[in-house]
């Protein structure tokens, strides 16, 4: 099962790291929806035009703009204030969360991890850790499907089970932010999980680092992210990345030398 999902989640985030300019998939339509139950169901890969030397990055061209802003995601903090919002994807794990926690915990940074019911079954003593020491954990869904492809029912069945999973780990029934699975969504997946009290959390900082097997070295990861910061940087990293356990001390410190502050994401204000 570990070897098909890492398969399949490979496959499917070559969109999510924002190289990707938001484009939009092809996908059928019954033809006998209304055209307003088409246009809600039109998926959407998350992409964005990306930050260079600190300017801000954008969403203005990618074609979503206004349903990401309509139902209260999260794309970018506020660009008035230097800080950042570090998010970490775990569909699965590659042995390197430990170390990323250890790097975390020594240099006091919050972050948020969003997992999968794979790897809550799989991993239960590192959710723990993680809300041990008071990092947020995120619902990432269950089985990391393709939402705009499921029912609504689903979705909440996808959504409820890793809740309750993690309720019974850590002790609390609170989960309040999601990352759409595979970076895709469409204007009803967003209102659907925000009626079920859902915060959809994209980003506007990331890079190629999910491929286990293109790992460039612990300088590329630094350079890739470094180079992208910005004010409200809200920043994806994938757990399962070698470079990205190795780098992440020397990222923190030349952040902070730059003069930015790491921050819970419950403490993000939404740009509006």
Known sequence: MKVALISVMMASVLFASGLAHGVQSAKSIDINRTPAAASADAPFHFGFKRSVNGKLPSINEEGFKEIVDKHGAIFLGDSSRKYLFLTF????????????????????????????????????????????????????????????????VKIKEELEKVKKATSQLIGTETMTYLRPPRGIFSDRTLRVTKELGYTNVFWSLAYKDWDVNDQKGSSYAYQKVVAQLHPGAVILLHSVSKDNAAALGSIIDEARRQGYEFKSLNELKIQQ
């Open 89 to 152: 994807d775990n569909g699965y794990e590659n042995g390197y969360t430990a170390p990323i926690l250890d790097t975390l915990k020594a240099k006091k940074v919050p972050a948020i991890f969003f997992i999968t019911g794979h790897y809550v079954k799989d991993q239960p003593e590192l959710v723990k850790r993680m809300a041990a020491e008071g990092h947020l954990v995120g619902n990432h869904s269950w089985s990391h499907p393709d939402m705009t492809t499921v029912t609504d």
